[in-house]
């Protein structure tokens, strides 16, 4: 572990006198927070100090302190948070010919944060006011439009000292949880309690037409099955009736859907933060998610039991060129098994 505190312009190793550190990381929902605890040896950390924390030579965080607390014993706790606790604050905006990425920059411009990868969103989002909201709300706000109307996630967040804003497929990470891989328990949730609608009504007051216009778009087969669970919204003024009907579908595909929650305990690895995309295999059969299997290659496909070889067409990835029979593989069954991905082979 590597603690450094900067103060008053010297930069201190603390690693040795931490006791406790804490660090929380949310995806799109303000700043990353590091609590930590140190014994007081003639080193006053104050609010303003900078905290760079590495972890096995991995960057975890670097940020701020906001908060510093103390009792008449010797252990002083403090509270720092990443460049992003500075955007809190509220402006007015005005939006024009603007993108995720374009609000981005000019928020780092503004705080004068330090930036990183900002990638191009693309998509141009609607002229509009945002008065009186601070700058996270904004931009977290203009990443759901884009998600909606181009079905790309983004995740804006801190990377040790950089702001970035990457999609979500940039941070996948080649990293399997499982009952015999680092994962000890986990709780599996379906529900359409939170966030699950079949029926999408969108209300637009037309000022050309004077008229008050209503788009609808919905799934018979879904009211039938869950009930009828209607989401209302009323659009900007100035989208015409194809956008309303394009911007109701899209919102039907994204919410006509069981939400599906995964709670898992397992060891820690450096490599994960919030917003990075991982393969969890569990022996969850009822659900059939993604499963892990083993298999020997043979002149009829890859055989994984007494009972099942799979063919060749259901083999997909960089590896099924170089395999050949009698080599053992390791193999990532994708959901509901239409296609087995060869990971590794195993020696």
Request: net charge neutral; proline share 1%.
């Amino acid at each position: 572990m590597e603690f450094l505190v900067e103060v008053n312009k010297k930069i201190y190793d603390i690693s040795q006198l931490v006791t406790k550190v804490s660090f929380h990381d949310s995806l799109n929902d303000g700043c990353s927070k590091l609590e930590f605890s140190y014994i007081n040896k003639e080193l006053e950390i104050t609010n303003g100090s900078v905290i760079r924390f590495k972890y096995k030579n991995a960057n975890i965080f670097y940020g701020f302190v906001f908060k510093v607390s103390r009792s008449k014993g010797k252990e002083i706790s403090v509270t720092a948070y990443d460049q992003l606790r500075y955007c809190k604050a509220k402006d007015t905006l005005v939006l024009d010919n603007d993108t995720v990425t374009t609000i981005t920059n000019k928020m780092c411009n503004y705080f004068h944060l330090n930036k990183g990868t900002l990638s191009d969103t693309k998509y141009i989002l609607p002229t509009s006011v945002q008065d009186n909201k601070t700058w996270l709300d904004i931009i977290y706000t203009a990443i759901s439009d884009t998600m909606v109307n181009k079905k790309k996630w983004y995740a804006l967040r801190d990377e040790f000292g950089c702001i970035t804003l990457k999609e979500l497929k940039e941070l996948e990470l080649n990293l399997i949880l499982g009952d015999e891989s680092l994962c000890y328990d986990y709780k599996y949730d379906k529900s359409i309690d939170d966030e699950f609608y079949n029926m999408i009504k969108l209300v637009n007051d037309n000022e050309n037409t004077k008229q008050v216009e209503i788009t609808v778009s919905k799934d018979d087969n879904s009211i039938a099955t869950y009930g009828f669970l209607q989401y209302f919204e009323t659009i900007d003024k100035n989208y015409n009736a194809s956008q309303a009907k394009q911007l109701a579908e899209t919102l039907l595909s994204l919410y006509n859907k069981e939400a599906e929650t995964i709670s898992i305990e397992c060891l820690g690895d450096t490599r994960v933060r919030a917003g990075r995309k991982k393969i969890v295999e569990n022996y969850l059969n009822n659900a059939k998610l993604c499963s892990i299997v083993t298999g020997t290659v043979t002149t009829e496909g890859i055989k994984v039991s007494e009972k099942l070889t799979l063919p060749d067409a259901l083999i997909i990835g960089n590896l099924k060129t170089t395999i050949s029979v009698g080599d053992k593989v390791r193999l990532l069954r994708n959901h509901g098994g239409q296609q087995f991905f060869i990971l590794e082979v195993i020696q």
